[in-house]
């Protein structure tokens, strides 16, 4: 059927928001078939059709889905909120926005009105680029109730542990606040992977990240605290820089990640290749 937009109303936001949806081929022959569904967040200065304009996932699912790497789903290609330069899919200490309850309490309960979904956590995933790859893993690992799986191309997998001064005097403290509060750590991917791998109930998570790409070093050290915490995953590692050519490129391999998740099959742990 391909990419269709769809307009909601965010209360946590107070404003009306937009997302792309892309519903599979067999949407319309049955009004009892359920599909998964796939979230697809952008990256820092994106928006809802980053995607499906400058990263092609349009072509990228429907030759997946014809493969038999992925299943018919619904995928939505998401807004992170739209404010700044890119709100990183979090509520703000300063009182911006609240973009996490955005997502989490008016995005997909909308989705899951308006759709066929299987509203249930192994059906629903998370899957983003830079940002949005921060982004995913920020929201499976702080709502594990709520996504099985999550999926990080190139992404800002950033722990307040790394961050620089400098860094810190960006819009970054406005997020995060003090940088040894509280706040800052229930925002820290390292805390949160800790807190998680000792739980029965995790999400699966995959990640690829290009060995030019200036957040190598982000996702590289990743890698190294999820094998020394022993948090099952998946990770991958491929020649590229952080553009559209890889982020488009390596969609396949978290989409297909995120299929063995939806198949119950995702692997305990499969080392960097």
């Known amino acids: 059927m391909g990419v269709t937009p769809f307009a909601f109303f965010s209360g946590a936001l107070f404003a009306r ?24 967040l952008h990256g820092l200065y994106g928006n809802e059709t980053s995607w499906s304009v400058k990263g092609n996932a349009e072509q990228t699912i429907e030759k997946l889905m014809a493969s ?6 619904i995928v939505v290609m998401v807004s992170d909120g739209g404010y700044g330069h890119g709100t990183f899919y979090v509520n703000w200490f300063d009182g911006s926005g609240r973009f996490e309850d955005y ?4 995005l997909i309960p909308a989705i899951d009105r308006e759709f066929r979904t299987i509203a249930d956590t192994s059906h629903r995933a998370l899957c983003g680029l830079s940002m949005g ?28 542990s790394l961050m620089t001064e400098a860094f810190l005097r960006t819009d970054v403290c406005r997020m995060i606040g003090p940088v040894h ?10 805390v949160l992977a800790a807190r ?6 995790r999400p699966a998570l995959h990640f690829n990240c290009g060995t ?18 022993g948090y099952p995953h998946e990770y991958m590692e491929f020649e590229g820089d952080h553009n559209w050519e890889y982020f488009g490129g390596h969609l396949p391999e978290a989409l297909r990640f995120i299929e063995r ?4 099959s995702a692997p305990k742990h499969t080392p960097a290749v």
């Open 261 to 264: 998740s939806f198949a119950g």
């Open 212 to 229: 030019a790409d200036s957040l190598f070093p982000l996702n590289s050290t990743y890698q190294a605290l999820l094998e020394q915490i």
């Open 68 to 73: 038999g790497d992925l299943r018919e789903s």
């Open 17 to 40: 928001k937009l997302c792309y949806v892309y519903l599979p081929p067999s949407y319309n022959e049955s009004e009892d078939t359920r599909y998964p569904v796939v979230y697809l």
């Open 133 to 160: 790859g921060y982004g995913s893993f920020v929201l499976a690992l702080r709502n594990p109730h709520l996504f099985g799986s999550a999926a990080s191309i190139a992404g800002a997998l950033m722990s307040v």
């Open 196 to 201: 998680r791998v000792k739980e029965e109930v």
């Open 103 to 106: 997502f989490l309490y008016d």
């Open 181 to 190: 509060g509280p706040y800052a750590q229930e925002l820290d991917l390292h």
